[in-house]
């Protein structure tokens, strides 16, 4: 007999066959399958849906519903067993007397049977023991299927099937929606945008669409608007009653923890908030992986701790009905209503364990407190205070405090307020000061993290007793001059920021931060000296010092040997580099930009290359606008940057590359935009795909033959390989460049054929994207196409060949800069392949690239491919800030690509030319019509 499965039910079938694979039918051995998700996602009615499309595979079809509340009990369990031997055995007489004999009648009577046993909502191992044993009693081929709210009752069954239940997506939840409040697939027109609103409340639980749905059949658009205001505020109670079951199972500790991040922490990183709960004793690492089994909540790919929305609704229902009617007897208070009533009142009371009060108008919200207005909640742990700005001083803050989040606070805190217990200060934009309460010699054993950014009352840190900090941050503390030497030797700081702290005078002399990994130094302008490293400090990973008035590193630079990232970029008073930068093996980004002072001479290349020395890993370094470097003394050592791929020079004083530049086997990318001096450049490495050398104005031809001739090896192109059907319109009026005469194609292989060699070709050949600006006027002869203007186009086969295109610009400069957008049309269908953005004026000069041959083909394939098809690329200039189109100063463009266009004596629409069959005539014009989208008498028309 079928179970009944109401109506309407949408995304069950495809659901019910995911784990229908699970069970794999066509093996015949005992097989279980957990279903898992969150209350009211659908886990039983897919269950039953599966029941009915398999149990004719079966001796019998058994399916225990209720299992949770039932097992609760001595009777409830036996009756389950009853249950099952009468239905397995279709004898109504079946009695069992206690929970042992059940067990032994179960695996005496089943085992000769292939059954398919469904247990639905189980909430322990041990329900399943009563029923099933180890799973071990069944004839082969019996199936199991277990439904659960809670993943770790799968996790102790060992080896099984698990499938998760997820949400309906949005096209699922709107039919199912409609489906109950229209009685229709889709919802009508009037109530559309409202039931979008009601199905982003609904978050995909097929339950809560259903009960939204039915509430909302037969009424008006008004009644619609009040339901949807209402619900935002408390969800229906229909949906909250199932939900609520996995709450109420929860031990104590679970309720808090749920509680809390129901209420505050959703969306928070899962390690910060383990060490707030923690702090309140509540054991937060075995319990949120409880939670996350029980499907209540779940930890994204970013570590960010979240739940469904209507989970959370749940949880913070609980709260609310825990005082109806008083505000300030709830145990947390979330709500901004709610908390400013609990605040301008005075109401507050000892049960308020967190306030959090984010004021959602744009403007701040101006409001008169008692000074002592939190005096009488001395168990509150959470304070989160956003956009609020209160008009007088506070003289209390409870001391067991562990979150103090208040952004903008107007005035200092208190100083009667001893936050031992602190494990976050978030203060940034605020009007305190360090000194109190927190340097009064107090021991902040569980202080983690300080976020006082942009505080501009601070001018000194002080010295703190906080043997625990992990995050320091006094990011644009504008006024804030010295920090304490105590900071240099905290032992657990990971994170240290003090960027944008402009009138910074004073670090600490030395620093030994075992665990630093990220030290933000940019923009201390008043910043000369850097501290002495100590040894043992080899955790940090990013050293940012870019804007600062540091003159010179400390030798000790060598004992960050872990370090990753140095920018050094715009130390305009940095003068050299010390010997020992050389040791730092791991870095692999290095940004010495716009250091105008730095001078790098030979004695940094003195050290001998060893397993001491050299930037074993560096792929990246940016000298650009360096003005005093003239010689590359670093190129001449290949060894010491094995890795290195980008090499920037733009704006030096250099007036030659060393040839050793050839054996950077792995540089690809070369800039020497604006290096007014350089004169000659050798061979490069056979890796290099980028060369931007605009405005090199003294570069010998020599050197830019050289490039241009390495950028055709790159490419594969062979300057012998002319295209006959090609011609070069260079010479002649720009109007003649779209003419027809030069769109022949001739084709040898049947379509199919092509086609599949297509396919290979994407595999066999290197995909090769290459760019190469130069100061060259003409377009090389190997560019087989050439064409006067913005466009040109040719034709292809099947199978995209290699492409290389280029632009010439003209001597008319395009002052302020221009955007340089490339279209690719094939057979029609437009494409954007390029964009090139200047912000200076540009005149004679070569821009060439190249696509990735997968690219070129993937759009050929997504044009309607034929024998035969239509390429045109076309060049367009906008403005830079997005404005009207500029005018073209493109000389021409070229290309060179091994297409399929005839030679020019071809005349297809030649009537008389025999040497073209009739097939092969038709199916050419039959092309171009298409292409140009005009009739067979406006062909003659323009050929005449």
């Not at 090199?696 to 050197?703: A, D, E, G, V």
């Not at 913005?790 to 010439?808: E, M, Q």
């Amino acid at each position: 007999m079928h179970l009944f499965v109401p109506r309407y039910q949408v995304g069950i079938d495809s659901r019910a066959k995911n784990v229908e694979l699970l069970l794999d039918l066509r093996q015949n051995n005992v097989q279980m399958v957990g279903i898992y998700g969150v209350g009211a996602v659908g886990k039983t009615t897919i269950a039953k849906a599966l029941y009915n499309n398999i149990v004719h595979c079966f001796n019998e079809g058994i399916f225990l519903e209720n299992v949770c509340e039932m097992s609760k009990t001595n009777e409830g369990t036996i009756q389950l067993q009853n249950k099952l031997l009468s239905k397995s055995l279709r004898d109504s007489c079946s009695n069992v007397n206690s929970i042992p004999e059940g067990i032994t009648m179960i695996k005496d009577r089943l085992c000769r049977k292939k059954l398919l046993l469904v247990l639905d909502d189980v909430n322990d191992r041990e329900a399943i023991e009563n029923l099933l044993g180890d799973c071990d009693w069944f004839a082969a081929g019996t199936k199991i299927i277990i439904t659960t709210r809670d993943k770790q009752v799968l996790n102790t069954l060992g080896n099984l099937g698990v499938y998760k239940v997820e949400e309906l997506d949005f096209h699922e939840s709107l039919e199912l929606f409609s489906w109950h409040a229209f009685r229709r697939r889709e919802p009508e027109a009037a109530y559309r945008q409202l039931s979008m609103q009601f199905i982003k409340c609904a978050n995909g639980l097929p339950l809560a669409l259903k009960v939204l749905g039915s509430l909302l059949r037969g009424r008006n658009h008004y009644e619609w608007q009040c339901e949807l205001q209402q619900y935002e505020v408390i969800p229906a109670e229909g949906i909250q009653n199932i939900l609520k079951k996995s709450f109420d199972r929860l031990e104590q500790i679970e309720k808090d923890v749920f509680l809390d991040i129901a209420c505050f922490f959703k969306g928070w990183d899962k390690a910060y908030v383990v060490n707030m709960l923690e702090a309140c004793g509540l054991c937060p690492n075995s319990v949120i992986p409880k939670l996350i089994d029980k499907s209540l909540i779940t930890v994204d790919q970013f570590g960010k701790l979240s739940m469904h929305d209507l989970v959370q609704q749940m949880g913070r229902e609980i709260v609310r009905k825990d005082s109806l009617e008083y505000l300030g007897q709830r145990t947390r208070l979330w709500y901004y209503k709610d908390a400013l009533d609990v605040l301008n009142e005075n109401t507050g009371t000892d049960k308020i364990r967190g306030l959090m009060l984010c004021w959602p108008e744009p403007e701040p919200r101006m409001m008169h407190l008692d000074a002592k207005n939190f005096k009488k909640m001395k168990n509150l742990k959470f304070l989160i205070v956003r956009n609020v700005h209160i008009l007088r001083g506070l003289e209390y803050l409870p001391n067991g405090l562990r979150l103090l989040d208040w952004s903008d606070h107007s005035s200092p805190l208190p100083s009667t307020f001893h936050p031992q217990s602190l494990v976050e200060l978030n203060m940034p934009y605020s009007h305190i000061t360090l000194e109190e309460p927190f340097g009064q010699g107090i021991r902040l054993e569980n202080l983690k993290y300080i976020k006082c950014g942009s505080c501009e009352s601070i001018m000194e840190f002080p010295a703190l007793c906080t043997p625990n900090l992990e995050v320091l941050d006094l990011s644009k503390c504008k006024n804030l001059i010295v920090v304490d030497e105590s900071v240099g030797s905290l032992d657990k700081l990971e994170i240290w920021n003090l960027e944008g702290c402009e009138k910074l005078q004073t670090l600490p002399r030395s620093l030994m931060l075992r665990s630093l990994r990220y030290f933000d130094l940019r923009d201390c302008l008043m910043l000369e000296k850097f501290p002495n490293i100590l040894p043992g400090m080899e955790s940090l990973q990013t050293l940012l010092l870019s804007r600062t008035g540091i003159k010179g590193l400390p030798s000790s630079i060598g004992y960050l040997t872990r370090l990753e990232k140095l920018d050094l970029s715009y130390c305009q008073s940095l003068m050299d580099l010390p010997d020992n930068i050389y040791k730092l093996q791991h870095l692999s980004v290095l940004e010495i930009s716009h250091c105008t002072k730095l001078k790098i001479d030979r004695r940094l290349t003195y050290h001998p290359f060893g397993s001491e020395y050299g930037f074993l890993k560096l792929e990246y370094l940016n000298l650009n606008n360096c003005e005093n470097l003239t010689e590359l003394y670093l190129l001449m050592m290949p060894d010491y940057f094995p890795e290195l791929q980008y090499l920037y020079l733009d704006g030096s004083n250099i007036c030659m590359i060393p040839e050793s530049i050839s054996r950077f086997a792995r540089l690809r990318r070369l800039g020497i935009k604006n290096c007014k001096q350089l004169q000659k450049i050798p061979r490069l490495p056979q890796s290099i795909r980028t060369v931007c050398a605009m405005n090199c104005i003294s570069l010998n031809s020599q050197s830019l033959s050289c490039i241009l001739s390495q950028a055709r090896e790159i490419l594969g192109i062979s300057p012998d390989k002319i295209c006959q059907g090609a011609r070069s319109d260079i010479s002649v009026d720009p109007q003649s460049s779209n003419r027809l005469s030069h769109q022949s194609v001739l084709s040898s292989l049947p379509f199919d054929e092509f086609a599949s060699e297509a396919k290979r070709s994407i595999s066999e050949d290197e995909d090769i994207d290459c760019k190469f600006i130069l100061p060259i006027i003409d377009i090389p002869k190997w560019f087989n196409h050439q064409s006067v203007g913005n466009s040109i186009s040719f034709w292809v086969g099947p199978r995209f060949p290699k492409f290389a295109f280029c632009i010439a610009f003209g001597p008319e400069a395009q002052r302020g800069g221009f955007v340089c957008q490339v279209y690719l049309k094939i057979n029609g269908c437009k494409k954007s392949i390029n964009v090139f953005s200047h912000e200076e004026e540009v005149c004679d000069h070569l821009w060439l690239f190249s696509k990735s041959h997968w690219e070129l083909q993937k759009q050929l394939n997504d044009s309607n491919p034929s024998k035969w098809n239509h390429v045109e690329v076309v060049c367009n200039l906008d403005s830079p800030d997005g404005g009207e189109s500029l005018p073209t100063f493109i000389k021409g463009c070229g290309v060179h690509v091994k297409c399929t266009c005839h030679p020019q004596t071809f005349d297809f629409f030649n009537a008389n030319n025999d040497n073209v069959d009739d097939d092969f005539r038709q199916e050419q014009r039959s092309a171009v019509w298409n292409i140009l989208n005009v009739s067979k008498r406006e062909i003659c028309h323009l050929m005449n």
